[in-house]
């Protein structure tokens, strides 16, 4: 519980209310505001503004530039690859998602596999084993493990549970898509999930494989709009 200065130097406790405020809903920004003019008891005009604009900015979309300097790059040697993947896409709710990108470094194939990883969760397993885009027509994913969460206790049923797929992209699908993002719904028995794949997060990735500076998104929306292919061939991950 805070406390609050008096006339006469000591201090007593704040009431419970004033505490317990910011803690309706999980709001870090506001809580840590509220706290701080808690423990002072001072009037800051500027203080709050300035808060709510360091919040916008740390939640807006990355851009990027960002991506491309957090890309994470792996190494298998004995499976002779490397791993490209980008930053967790923001706005995916109590899932989980992102690109990857895999190489080959021995043998004769050439040029990466592109994939859109997803790992979701539910509160029962859902199935998901088919992927749509605008066209709305459904093709398989790959299903890559199904896995109850290890939630510390012995009744299974009391946890979530996670299901890992992955959508094969065309670097070509992609490229087209670059300016614009695009949504892409997977489809299971129980429940389905709708995620949008940012611009900004397509770009990042291509432009690190093409060896690149990233491109601003409004000059590529200003660029004449490339050819979309009929599909992005996400039945190909069904048949690796």
């Avoid at 660029?223 to 979309?228: G, I, L, N, R, T």
């Amino acid at each position: 519980m805070g406390l609050e200065p008096t006339d006469s130097g000591a201090s007593r406790p704040l009431p419970r209310s004033a505490v317990d405020r910011g803690r309706s809903g999980f709001k870090p920004i506001g809580l840590l505001a509220d706290c701080f003019c808690m423990r002072t008891r001072f009037d800051f005009p500027g203080l709050i503004p300035m808060v709510i604009v360091l919040g916008a900015l740390a939640c807006a979309t990355k851009d990027a530039r960002w991506v491309n300097e957090h890309l994470e790059l792996s190494e298998n040697f004995h499976a002779g690859t490397k791993v490209l993947e980008t930053p967790p896409i923001p706005d995916t709710g109590a899932h989980r998602a992102w690109l990857r990108a895999t190489g080959r470094t021995r043998g004769p194939r050439r040029g990466a596999d592109i994939e859109l990883a997803v790992r979701a969760e539910f509160e029962d397993f859902s199935f998901l084993d088919r992927v749509s885009f605008a066209s709305g027509r459904a093709y398989p994913l790959t299903v890559v493990k199904r896995e109850n969460e290890d939630c510390g206790t012995t009744d299974i049923s009391l946890c979530n549970v996670h299901e890992d797929v992955s959508v094969r992209l065309s670097r070509k699908f992609l490229i087209a898509k670059r300016a614009t993002g695009f949504h892409v719904k997977l489809w299971g028995r129980r429940e389905s999930v709708v995620l949008f794949v940012p611009p900004e997060y397509i770009e990042g990735l291509i432009s690190r494989m093409e060896n690149r500076e990233p491109r601003p998104i409004e000059a590529l929306k200003a660029a004449p709009p490339a050819s979309v292919p009929a599909a992005a061939d996400p039945a190909a991950s069904a048949r690796r």
